[in-house]
C-alpha cells in the first residue's frame, strides 16, 4: 500500500514537472522569425564617410524592425571602389554557404567611371543577379536591386562632363533594370533622387560625391517598403 502511494505520488509529481518544462519550452521560444538580410555592393552599400549604422543597409534594418520584424544585422560584402567583377571576386573569397531571407545589390557605378563597355556590364551583372537569387534560397522576388546613383550630379564632378555621365549612368541602368525584370528579381529606382539632392548639402558626405545618411535614408525607405511587402505576405 505504501509502495503504491510513493509510486502514484511520484507520477504525479513528474507529471507537473513536464507540463512546468514544457509551458516554459514553449513560451520561450521567439515569437517571430527572425530574417536575414546580405547586401552586396560597393561604397554606397558601405556608406563611405558615413557610420556605420547610416549606411542604407543598416537603416533598411531599423525601418523593419519598426514594423514589428524580426531582422538580424545585414551581412554586407562592399568595399569601395569595386566593379562588377571585383564584387564576383569577393563573393568567391568569402567562400558563404548559408542562404538569406532577402539580398540587395547595388553595382556598376566603378564600371561606368573607369570606362567599361556596357556589354561587360550586362554579362558581369548577370552572374551577380543569378548568385544573388541563390542567396536568396532561389526566390527571385527576394533580390532587390538598386539603381546606380549619378555622381556626376555632384560637387565632386565640377569641371566633368555631366551630361555625359548621366547619360552613361542611364545606359548601365537600363541594362540593369532591364536584366533585373527579366530574371523576375525586384528594381528599385533611387537614381533621381541623387540627381535632386545632387547640391544639397545635407544630402551629401563631406567629401561632395557620396551620400549622407539623409539621402541613404531615402534608398532605405524605399527597400523597406518593399522588403516588408514580399516577406509579409
Known amino acids: 500500500m505504501v509502495n503504491m502511494f510513493s ?14 518544462l514544457l509551458f516554459f519550452s514553449s513560451s520561450s521560444k521567439p515569437p517571430k522569425h527572425m530574417y536575414s538580410y546580405l ?6 552599400t558601405i556608406g563611405e564617410q558615413v557610420p556605420m549604422q547610416d549606411n542604407f543597409p543598416h537603416q533598411t534594418t531599423q525601418l523593419l524592425r ?13 568595399t569601395t571602389g569595386w566593379t562588377t567583377d571585383e564584387l564576383a571576386a569577393a563573393i568567391r573569397e568569402h567562400n558563404i554557404h548559408e542562404t538569406f531571407s532577402f539580398v540587395s545589390l547595388l553595382i556598376g557605378v566603378n564600371n561606368q567611371y573607369r570606362g567599361r563597355s556596357i556589354e561587360n ?29 549619378d555622381w556626376g550630379a555632384t560637387p565632386f564632378a565640377e569641371g566633368r562632363d555631366r551630361q555625359k555621365v548621366a547619360k552613361e549612368i542611364d545606359e548601365y541602368n537600363a541594362a540593369c533594370k532591364e536584366i533585373t525584370l527579366a530574371h523576375k528579381c525586384q528594381y528599385i529606382e533611387i537614381t533621381a533622387s541623387t540627381r535632386q539632392n545632387a547640391q544639397n548639402k545635407e544630402y551629401l558626405a563631406a567629401d561632395g560625391l557620396h551620400p549622407s545618411a539623409k539621402e ?7 527597400l523597406a517598403d518593399a522588403v516588408a511587402k514580399e516577406l509579409k505576405q
Request: proline letters at 4%; charged letters at 15%; hydrophobic letters at 45%.
Open 121 to 149: 556590364y550586362k554579362q558581369e551583372f548577370t552572374q551577380l543577379l543569378t548568385q544573388a537569387i541563390v542567396f536568396a534560397k532561389g526566390q527571385p522576388k527576394n533580390v532587390f536591386v538598386l539603381s546606380i546613383p
Open 7 to 20: 509510486k502514484g505520488k511520484f507520477n504525479i509529481i513528474s507529471t507537473c514537472v513536464f507540463l512546468a
Open 39 to 44: 547586401a552586396l555592393g560597393d561604397s554606397y
Open 216 to 222: 541613404y535614408g531615402v534608398w532605405a525607405g524605399r
Open 66 to 78: 519598426k514594423q514589428n520584424m524580426d531582422v538580424a544585422d545585414p551581412v554586407i560584402i562592399a
